[in-house]
């Protein structure tokens, strides 16, 4: 397995067929198991510039979620929390771990969440970056996304790609260099990419995370909530009280950093994870 991700452009170089789809994946580094969940609009790219750090500690697995990155999803398939949930478990017995840390951002905190409480997926150690669990956590622009979505749907592509454009830029807190903004865009481009988009969009829903905020009290695994300090998508209230509602569970914030916070900081929260998963690792 590779230990590095700086020599070559990020690209994930396995292809897994799950129930749901055919998943984009990649393994690297070496140590405890650790599975690295994004959210959206965004893809295993978000990773890019945290795993060399988190490598040096964990075996790190990524993996683009169902509709996103270089994932595709079955005819037929929403691409939804519970769907992605369920792929997660799919991955999780396929790459053979017995109980990883699961870490996920966005809406990958209720995958993770529900793969954990509802899954019935073993984890060592859980990391909410983020997280999209407790609700509402939709944003205005998704509702209005939702609302209208036959008129986003028929959005000529130049101008839908202008309106996503403008809002991927609110989710980093520093400038996102345009090939950066490029990487995260390529996905969502063209009349296919706007259909993609909206699909994720649409199937996107608290109900899939409800079943897991009514079980948070039964969490046991020891749990980081992670919250970038310049958060304007999900404010760090919406972390705190998170963590209020995970026994034992710890907050903390990454100065600088805004709802991507492994674009904006990611030596930071490369660190903040390998150091709350390395008080926590079990004896061997």
Not at 107 to 128: F, N
Request: charged fraction near 20%.
């Amino acid at each position: 397995m590779s230990t590095s991700t700086e020599s070559a452009p990020w690209q994930l170089r396995q292809r897994i067929q799950v129930t749901g789809g055919e998943v984009a994946a990649d393994v690297f580094g070496d140590g405890p198991p650790l599975v690295l969940v994004h959210g959206t609009p965004a893809s295993s790219y978000l990773w890019r510039d945290a795993v060399p750090e988190l490598a040096r500690h964990h075996t790190v697995h990524v993996w683009d979620l169902l509709g996103f990155g270089a994932s595709r999803v079955a005819s037929g398939v929403r691409p939804s929390i519970a769907q992605q949930a369920r792929t997660l478990a799919d991955l999780v017995a396929h790459w053979g771990l017995t109980a990883p840390h699961l870490v996920g951002h966005d809406i990958g905190g209720g995958v993770v969440m529900r793969a954990h409480l509802v899954e019935r997926v073993p984890s060592t150690g859980l990391a909410l970056l983020d997280a999209a669990v407790i609700g509402p956590w939709n944003t205005p622009f998704t509702e209005h996304q939702q609302r209208y979505a036959e008129a986003y749907r028929s959005m000529p592509p130049h101008v839908f790609a202008d309106i996503v454009e403008g809002r991927l830029r609110t989710a980093t807190h520093r400038p996102m260099p345009e090939a950066d903004a490029a990487a995260y865009l390529a996905p969502w481009s063209g009349a296919e990419g706007r259909q993609r988009w909206m699909d994720q969009v649409c199937a996107v829903t608290f109900e899939d995370t409800r079943e897991v905020v009514d079980r948070l009290e039964h969490v046991t695994a020891p749990t980081l909530v992670l919250w970038g300090q310049e958060d304007q998508w999900l404010t760090p209230a919406a972390g705190e009280r998170l963590a209020a509602a995970i026994p034992g569970a710890r907050f903390d914030t990454v100065a600088g950093a805004g709802h991507f916070i492994a674009e904006d900081r990611p030596l930071e929260t490369a660190e903040a994870l390998v150091g709350f998963f390395g008080r926590h690792r079990l004896p061997s």
